[in-house]
């Protein structure tokens, strides 16, 4: 097969496909069989960390020492597809002192109970 000859065979551009020769993208081989290139595919995927403060407590900081409000904060590392979040990856609850900052770890359970906690504290106070 002569170049002139290969370059016929795989040509179907242009304003329109031309009858009896392949779709673009694709080659002849000898006999004619067709094979066809690999298409490429462009994916952006990750993670963002997401934070949802769910409850305010009022006790002394183990940081500072400071009778401060702690933010109760959930944080959640999502996966992100073509920056859309999708789903939570992992999920962890810390408490935030407001004054010096300070973060502390706690569990899942922790976090409830502090919800639990604020409601008592505000029904005694009525």
């Not at 065979?9 to 066809?36: E, I, M, S, Y």
């Not at 407590?57 to 999708?86: E, I």
Request: aromatic share 10%; charged share 20%.
């Amino acid at each position: 097969m002569t170049p002139d000859q290969h370059s016929a065979q795989t040509f179907a551009g242009g304003f329109g496909r031309v009858k009896g020769l392949p779709r673009p993208g694709t080659a002849l081989l000898d006999g004619g069989a067709v094979q066809r290139k690999a298409q490429r595919m462009f994916l952006i995927f990750g993670s963002s960390v997401h934070e949802t403060i769910i409850n305010v407590v009022r006790f002394v900081c183990g940081y500072c020492g400071v009778d401060a409000p702690q933010n109760v904060v959930k944080r959640s590392n999502r996966f992100t597809l073509f920056f859309l979040p999708l789903f939570p990856i992992s999920t962890r609850y810390i408490n935030r002192c407001t004054n010096c900052g300070g973060e502390t770890a706690l569990t899942a359970e922790q976090a409830r109970h502090s919800l639990t906690w604020s409601a008592r504290a505000s029904d005694t106070r009525r």
